[in-house]
């Protein structure tokens, strides 16, 4: 909802919980008035005619005061827009008009040619923010940088920064440190999201799990961003960020043309990480990821199992034993298509290799539909191997400097996505795809960053960094219409590319490919910070683990570990045991059994990854399920009660494992004994209020 003052100079958005306002001036200025708890109208305009700091030599009254600062003008702190035009550079706007479309809010500013909107929309509790500048003039304007918003915290004591950084195989680890002045920037210069940090930012003072204020920014671009995060000099903190890591030159806008920023999106809770967490997760399953009111399948990859080493006849042995533990979406990974024996050759050639399947991938989607389930491929379309039919038709159609080695990660180059010639051959390729056999899946993989990231004889190739983005996901949306009963998942080498862009147009994302079941604990934790179990791919593979560590970890622990977010199995089904392929059934039946809890609920962390014993719950109506795992116990000390949260004190609950009834007041405040013991133990937990 907006509300806007009569004057029409203040705007209020509500959402259910919480406010957001701003004020402009006769001056042109526009001035961030509120982000906290529900206020009124009034109260804005109580706080829009108190007065900016008076005058201090070498500091500006609007440092810190403004919802979207720009280069130039009595401004010192870091722009969120910066805009070169033959004649000058920066900005200095004039306020043309605002108007509401629906639930958003829209504010234009022109500055001559340059028109500037500004975009709010509250979702929920989080604000949306994105901005569009436009070329109304005759002339070429530069963008050098255009960030999506800049917002803008309460004075506070103590401010605390939470991130979630990681690298391959380690991501999305949560880590807190108090904030100092001067500017923290995170980001990716690497043409994706990246390992190394998911585009979010949680700004705190006293916060707990599951108390205190946690203020949240999360931008939804899966291209090269940045998030900076700045303490001014008079300690009030503003939080900027958008596409591109760099200031030099982000696109050029040929008279006509306009730019739209990704979203920025921010959320204030004051439930804590946990209410925090649980508002963007209903967010993004409201909002943001497509169909997610629908169950995500039981999936089993091919990946860990049998590498590039595949054959039909190997893939159909082990869908017959994926379908008889209960597998509904069976996923053929990397090494169906061209010569792709190894990572050196066949990228870019997405026809299935004759030696292996000999008359197309239909025989073997057609047998595992036979099955009873869902058929599913890997794809990495965004990259070529040199030893590629593709790439001896097209050595132009790659990113490269003019004259320079081609830097190869992978053996693989990146394809020029920004190149219409390049588009519409995916497009063709994987249109194709996707009707010559019934794919009810595609696992779309990114495996290297962006390195010689130019385009010969285009005048300003730096646009190709956010053109290469733009271009995957018009190939996504096109393909998604085309082909609406396919899924996708977004894959980068495991977590390297999740972000709330890519996140609105794929139905789940590989969380990693760190698939050792205690490494994933740490990691899921973060992971859930900001992205609901909806979306959050887990594998139980082998033990012991072949990828990482070599650690034994019994069939309980790795299911248990994976059922936390949408449960697939990606262990060489021909190698366990008919022990293990029964046991693994009922680890399955159970997970379908708590699915609608887990990928539908409230996410309630009970105990974090760091202490012995680890454990979560989720609570959707009358169900509650609780996942806990023991890493060691230490000593012989008898393992902690695990407190739990969202139940009803009142209300009595019956446990569905041994039919005991436990009253709401004594979980909460007592908590419920797990019967962990030993090393690397786990559990499921069904309660159900009666
Ligand atoms: C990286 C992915 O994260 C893995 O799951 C697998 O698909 C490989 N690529 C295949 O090359």
Request: hydrophobic share 40%.
């Amino acid at each position: 909802m907006v509300d806007i003052a009569e004057n029409g100079r203040t705007w209020l958005l509500t959402g259910p919980t919480s406010g957001y306002a701003l004020h402009l001036t006769e001056e042109h200025e526009l001035l961030h008035l509120h982000w906290g708890p529900r206020i009124a109208l009034a109260d804005a305009e109580a706080l829009a005619v108190r007065p900016l700091p008076g005058y201090r030599p070498f500091e500006s009254p609007l440092d810190g005061r403004e919802e979207y600062p720009v280069e130039g003008g009595p401004r010192f702190v870091r722009p969120a827009l910066s805009v070169r035009t033959d004649e000058r550079r920066g900005t200095e706007w004039a306020f043309e008009a605002y108007d509401t479309e629906g639930d958003e809010l829209r504010l234009r500013f022109r500055d001559d040619a340059v028109s500037l909107t500004l975009h709010y929309r509250m979702r929920g509790d989080v604000v949306e923010r994105w901005v569009t500048v436009g070329n109304e003039g005759h002339a070429r304007v530069e963008l050098l940088r255009a960030d999506a918003a800049t917002w803008t915290l309460p004075d506070r004591d103590g401010w605390r920064l939470s991130q979630l950084h990681g690298r391959w195989a380690a991501e999305s680890l949560l880590t807190s440190a108090p904030l100092t002045y001067g500017d923290k920037v995170i980001g990716s210069r690497r043409g994706h999201t990246g390992h190394q940090h998911l585009p979010w930012v949680a700004l705190h003072t006293d916060a707990g799990e599951e108390h205190g204020e946690v203020y949240g920014c999360a931008l939804g671009w899966s291209g090269s961003w940045r998030i900076a995060v700045s303490q001014l000099p008079d300690a009030r903190v503003q939080i900027t960020g958008g596409a591109g890591y760099d200031d030099s030159g982000l696109l050029t806008l040929a008279p006509g043309e306009s730019y739209t920023t990704p979203v920025f999106a921010g959320l204030w809770s004051d439930g804590g990480f946990g209410g925090a967490s649980r508002a963007w997760h209903a967010y993004q399953r409201a909002h943001v990821v497509p169909d997610a009111d629908r169950d995500r399948p039981v999936l089993f990859n091919s990946w860990e199992a049998t590498t590039f080493d595949i054959s039909e006849e190997q893939q159909a042995t082990l869908a017959r034993r994926a379908a008889a533990i209960g597998v509904e979406l069976f996923v053929v990974d990397d090494g169906w298509f061209g010569a792709r024996t190894s990572d050196r050759a066949g990228l870019g050639d997405w026809t299935p290799n004759p030696d292996r399947f000999p008359n197309g991938l239909k025989p073997l989607a057609d047998y595992v539909h036979a099955l009873g389930m869902q058929f599913g491929i890997w794809v990495e379309p965004e990259m070529v191997n040199p030893d590629s039919d593709l790439y001896r038709a097209h050595p132009d159609w790659v990113q490269y400097q003019f004259g320079r080695k081609r830097t190869e990660f992978r053996n693989q180059l990146v394809l020029n996505l920004a190149r219409e010639d390049v588009q519409e051959h995916l497009w063709q390729q994987l249109d194709g795809l996707l009707s010559s056999a019934p794919v009810d899946y595609v696992k779309w993989d990114f495996n290297r960053c962006f390195t010689d990231a130019g385009w010969p004889g285009e005048p300003y190739p730096q646009r190709l960094w956010v053109d290469h983005v733009r271009a995957f996901y018009a190939l996504l949306d096109r393909l998604r219409a085309a082909h609406p009963g396919v899924a996708f998942e977004s894959c980068s080498g495991g977590g390297g590319r999740i972000d709330l862009g890519v996140m609105s147009r794929t139905d789940q994302v590989w969380t990693s490919d760190n698939t050792d079941p205690l490494d994933r604990l740490a990691i899921q934790h973060g992971f859930s910070q900001i992205h609901p179990a909806r979306v959050m791919a887990a594998w139980v593979t082998d033990s012991p683990n072949t990828q990482l560590n070599g650690r034994v970890s019994s069939l309980r622990f790795r299911f248990v570990s994976a059922m936390a977010g949408v449960l697939g199995v990606g262990g060489d089904l021909s190698e366990w045991t008919e022990e293990e392929l029964a046991e693994a059934r009922q680890w399955v039946e159970l997970y379908k059994e708590i699915r609608p809890v887990v990928q539908h609920g409230d996410l309630y962390r009970l105990r974090p990854p760091e202490g012995g014993l680890s454990a979560v719950q989720y609570t959707l109506g009358d169900e509650s399920v609780v996942l806990a795992w023991l890493q060691a116990q230490r000593y012989g000390e008898p393992v902690p009660a695990v407190r739990l949260r969202g139940l009803d004190p009142a209300a009595s609950y019956e446990c569905r494992e041994t039919g005991e009834v436990h009253r709401g007041a004594v979980l909460l405040h007592h908590g419920l004994d797990t019967g962990l013991r030993g090393d690397l133990d786990a559990t499921v937990v069904r309660l159900r209020r009666i």
